[in-house]
């Protein structure tokens, strides 16, 4: 089992760009989720996903975008990227939202100059 | 808004020393309380979280965390500390105040020297 595995690990990026980070999981869990984590601010929900064809806003969804087609896959896209992006992104699968048991990825180191 | 408050934002402790790191939550009601651990280089993983029932629970490592209902915390602690507990450790919570979404907190840096 791999369990959540993100691509890539590292991005620099210069402002305006987008691009598109990539999460899958092999557990076949239902619920997903996109975080990003700044230091000395913990981890702040971007998106998540109960499922295949449904996602929901976070608590900082500005400047980002998901999708949901398939149970495994739950790509974060970032359109016109800004120096405030700059982060570690973290995506992460449970098999029931209400346990809190959370399966993170290794996370994706991104940089906007 | 629900929160959760992590007060130690770095600790340094020598080996065998013993820690104790804080976390309150805001939430009411029934709430799902979690520590969790990024070790360097590495991604989060549940260290170990309460539902209900004793609210002293033990998790893996040597750890333990207590709940105490009256003051709103689940302070993580473990008696003797390895250089390898060297982490981020975080404290999360979920409950219906907060859309029953895990709410984590700042995290804590812990350095165990030799």
């Known amino acids: 089992n791999a369990g959540v595995t993100q691509t890539p690990k590292f991005r620099i990026l210069k402002i305006g760009q987008s691009m598109t980070l990539q999460c899958t999981q092999d557990?076949?869990?239902?619920?997903m989720y996109w975080y990003r984590q700044d230091p000395g601010m913990g981890l702040k929900l971007i998106y998540y996903s109960v499922g295949a064809g449904i996602t929901d806003k976070g608590e900082v969804p500005n400047g980002y975008n998901v999708s949901r087609s398939t149970t495994e896959d739950f790509p974060l896209r970032l359109e016109l990227a800004a120096p405030s992006q700059t982060s570690v992104y973290f995506c992460?699968?449970?098999?029931?939202?209400?346990?809190?048991?959370?399966?993170f990825g290794e996370g994706s180191r991104l940089t906007v100059l | 808004a629900q929160s959760v408050s992590q007060h130690n934002h770095h600790v340094i402790l020598s080996e065998a020393a013993s820690l104790e790191l804080g976390c309150n939550y805001s939430y009411g009601g029934t709430v799902n309380l979690f520590w969790y651990v990024q070790y360097p280089g590495q991604h989060l993983q549940l260290l170990l979280k309460?539902?209900?029932?004793?609210?002293l629970v033990k998790g893996i490592k040597g750890f333990e965390a207590e709940f105490i209902k009256s003051k709103f915390s689940f302070n993580l602690r473990k008696p003797s500390v390895q250089w390898s507990d060297t982490a981020e450790y975080f404290c999360?919570?979920?409950?219906?105040?907060?859309?029953?979404?895990?709410?984590f907190g700042t995290g804590t840096q812990l350095k165990v020297e030799l």
């Open positions: 557990m076949n869990h239902n619920y």
């Open positions: 999360a919570a979920k409950g219906p105040g907060g859309g029953n979404k895990l709410t």
């Open positions: 992460a699968s449970s098999y029931r939202q209400h346990t809190g048991e959370l399966f």
């Open positions: 309460y539902f209900s029932g004793d609210p």
